[in-house]
């Protein structure tokens, strides 16, 4: 059996850095993502809150339209096609 030479552990070990290197890295981009992907979906939980209450005051302002024509119309004797 022949010894191993220098050159043959040092192919082994810089193979085995550059693995330890490339999971290094790789480790902090999924790290880096996992931050991202939560600040996004604390947006969109907020854009969520957001929307619902603009919703909400848009139903509101048009109820409140709709009583103001009903309040018109009353006061004016117009009917609306389709009103008996």
């Given at each position: 059996?022949?010894?191993?030479?220098?050159?043959?552990?040092?192919?082994?070990?810089?193979?085995?850095?550059?693995?330890?290197v490339?999971?290094?890295?790789?480790?902090g981009?999924?790290?880096?993502?996992?931050?991202?992907?939560?600040?996004?979906?604390?947006?969109?939980?907020?854009?969520?809150?957001?929307?619902?209450?603009?919703?909400?005051?848009?139903?509101?302002?048009?109820?409140?339209?709709?009583?103001?024509?009903?309040?018109?119309?009353?006061?004016?004797?117009?009917?609306?096609?389709?009103?008996?």
């Amino acid at each position: 059996m022949q010894p191993l030479n220098f050159m043959q552990y040092f192919e082994v070990l810089l193979a085995a850095l550059a693995l330890i290197v490339w999971n290094v890295r790789h480790e902090g981009k999924t790290n880096q993502l996992e931050r991202l992907v939560n600040e996004a979906q604390k947006d969109i939980d907020t854009l969520r809150v957001k929307h619902e209450n603009l919703d909400s005051k848009i139903v509101e302002q048009l109820t409140e339209i709709k009583q103001i024509l009903a309040h018109l119309q009353g006061a004016l004797g117009i009917k609306i096609k389709g009103e008996l």
